[in-house]
């Protein structure tokens, strides 16, 4: 590599100044002017041959691209290897909350107290979910600028941001569970299954009839029915896996009469006219046919993924491990089911001990 050089030059108003010349590694050449003396010049010069060097060398101008463009790009980039669902999501935050306030912004001007300000004004009147949501936009922009040697570091590190307050679980136990199936009339098969099988919503609501091997009495899922806006897409599953779930048998004989006279290629769960079904919600003064049903059974409020969670809580009862239930949601480790229901595998541990009791006495007694 061709070293740089030092020169001297004459300023309009006659002072004595040095200028450097450089190239970096692409053997595009750099100027700057302005140094006073030689040794501050020859400093400056050494700094950017050593970054040149080892590869580390950032020009100065490739930080004048604003958040606006780049972010742009950053999205694009990923269009099409989101889920739907989730390009809404990101959407939607970058042009509500990022892009507004750092849009027009060079990558290279934004200072971290900037950045922590902005956390802070978001964290007062949106919740920790939005905070979350948006910062990450932000830093995830900053790390492809990074990546693309833009900028040497980020103004998002250690950046504070507000404490997530954990979703307090719902839990039915079995007899809620079935009274509130009851009190949901014709869609009695659809809580049953979500209820004991842990299906997703959009997971349920884009089954079809083939999906369902009453032989070997087994869900196979391996789609999910998602409403962006007023469209309902179908794609992979959360975790992009398929699965299979075993059914209760009163889950089985609740579906053979729910697909009784289709075929394989028609939803189990429809509209009534053969469409997909609308997101429920349990909302005070929803007027939709799970709202209803969490009225009449008179079982704690509850959102329709909490049926979910009964699902894993009802497996746990029954002895289920970690891995079985994995499996079952469709997470994708163990660690997760454990990290989410750990106070449910908690309660195993006086059960695990006494029935660890049992056997021991058992072999004592036949000695």
């Known amino acids: 590599m061709a070293m740089g050089s030092c020169n001297k030059y004459v300023t309009a108003d006659g002072e004595q100044r040095w200028e450097v ?14 140094f006073k003396t030689m040794r501050d010049a020859r400093a400056y010069l050494t700094v950017q041959e050593v970054a040149v060097g080892n590869g580390e060398y950032i020009d100065p101008k490739m930080s004048k691209i604003t958040v ?17 669902s989730y390009l809404k999501s990101v959407e939607t935050s970058w042009r509500v909350y990022v892009r ?18 902005w956390v802070s004004e978001l964290a007062r009147d949106r919740s920790a979910t939005v905070v979350y949501r948006a910062f ?31 979703r307090r679980h719902v839990f039915l136990t079995v007899e809620q569970l079935m009274a509130l199936a009851e009190a949901s009339g014709d869609h009695r098969a659809l809580v049953l299954v979500l209820g004991f099988c842990g299906l997703r919503w959009g997971e349920a609501t884009g089954l079809r009839v083939g999906d369902i091997d009453f ?20 794609g992979s599953t959360k975790t992009d896996r398929s699965r299979e779930v075993s059914m ?32 429920q919600s349990a909302a005070d003064g929803n007027r939709g046919w799970f709202a209803k049903a969490v009225r009449t059974s008179g079982v704690p409020r509850l959102r329709v993924h909490d049926l979910r969670h009964t699902a894993a809580s009802i497996a746990i009862s029954a002895g289920a491990n970690p891995k079985y239930v994995q499996r079952m949601l469709g997470h994708s480790s163990a660690k997760m089911t454990l990290d989410t229901y750990s106070d449910l595998f908690d309660k195993d541990i006086d059960r695990v001990a006494g029935n660890i009791d049992d056997l021991v006495s058992g072999n004592d007694g036949n000695r």
Do not use: C
């Not at 507004?100 to 300000?117: L, M």
């Open 21 to 34: 010349f450089f190239r970096d590694e692409t053997h595009r050449q750099h100027h700057k002017r302005g």
């Open 68 to 84: 606006g463009e780049l972010g742009d790009q950053w999205i694009e980039g990923r269009r099409a290897i989101w889920k739907p």
């Open 100 to 117: 507004p306030r750092w849009g027009d912004r060079p990558i290279g001007s934004i200072r971290h107290s900037e950045v922590q300000q």
């Open 136 to 166: 990450g936009i932000l830093k995830d922009i900053y790390e492809m600028a990074i990546r693309d040697r833009r900028i040497v570091r980020t103004p998002t590190e250690h950046t504070m941001l507000p404490k997530r307050k954990p």
């Open 215 to 234: 032989g070997r009495n087994r869900i196979h899922v391996d789609k999910s029915a998602t409403r962006i806006g007023r469209e309902v897409v179908v």
């Open 248 to 279: 209760p048998a009163v889950v089985a004989d609740a579906l053979r009469a729910q697909v009784a006279g289709k075929r394989p290629d028609d939803l189990v769960f429809d509209n009534g006219s053969g469409g997909y079904l609308r997101q």
